[in-house]
Nanobody, 127 residues
Framework: QVQLVESGGGLVQAGGSLRLSCAASGRTLSNYAMGWFRQAPGKEREFVAAVSRNGENTFYADSAKGRFTVSRDRPKNTVYLQMNTLESEDTAVYSC????????????????????WGLGTQVTVSS
């Protein structure tokens, strides 16, 4: 089993930056693709970014392209989401998720395909 804990959220002014971390325990993330999702009040959960298990293949939602960067650090068993040029529309609870995969390159933007989820961290962007 995999336990995921997000951190790094908080209050930031529009145009600022935050780096979210997703620390895993229970087992290594070597066989998991990782994804970041967010959910704003009154809205459905939406995909933000994903990274393959080797860290070389990434994919971003249109809203995140050019501003967000997803990466992973295998020795630390941790996944990151660097968020720059934040906007008020980015305000949401951000959650990380792990998907068991059998290839180095596979990833997913669909939440139903992920096996494990963290509880999320709040990001609030003020204007």
């Amino acid at each position: 089993q995999v336990q995921l804990v997000e951190s790094g959220g908080g209050l930031v002014q529009a145009g600022g930056s935050l780096r979210l971390s997703c620390a895993a325990s229970g087992r290594t993330l070597s066989n998991y693709a990782m994804g970041w999702f967010r959910q704003a009040p009154g809205k459905e959960r939406e995909f933000v970014a994903a990274v393959s298990r080797n860290g070389e293949n990434t994919f971003y939602a249109d809203s995140a392209k050019g501003r967000f960067t997803v990466s992973r650090d295998r020795p630390k068993n941790t996944v990151y989401l660097q968020m720059n040029t934040l906007e008020s529309e980015d305000t949401a609870v951000y959650s990380c998720a792990a998907k068991a995969v059998s290839s180095d390159w596979r990833l997913s933007r669909f939440p139903g395909e992920y096996n494990y989820w963290g509880l999320g961290t709040q990001v609030t962007v003020s204007s």
